[in-house]
């Protein structure tokens, strides 16, 4: 089994402080938040260069991206 933790819990930090923190909690993975006026550790960016550096941050904390959560409607988009 694999463990996750949702970038939400951080959502006072950026993105790599969230993915440097869910590391450090020893978590296998992420699950990353869009959230209106709570969390934003990333956007719906379809640009390569963007979504490279995404995965090359969590690539450097060791965590691998499990999902991404967001607002209104709570839809899950699982990455593979």
């Known amino acids: 089994m694999k463990l996750g933790c ?42 390569k260069a963007y979504i490279d550096e995404v995965k090359a941050t969590a690539k450097k904390h060791g965590v691998k991206l499990f999902a991404i959560v967001r607002d209104p409607c709570r839809c899950r988009v699982y990455l593979r």
């Open 6 to 47: 949702s970038s939400v819990l951080f959502n006072q930090l950026d993105l790599y402080g969230a993915l440097q923190h869910i590391a450090w909690a020893g978590y296998e993975g992420a699950e990353l938040a869009i959230l209106a006026n709570h969390c934003r550790h990333i956007e719906l960016i379809t640009d």
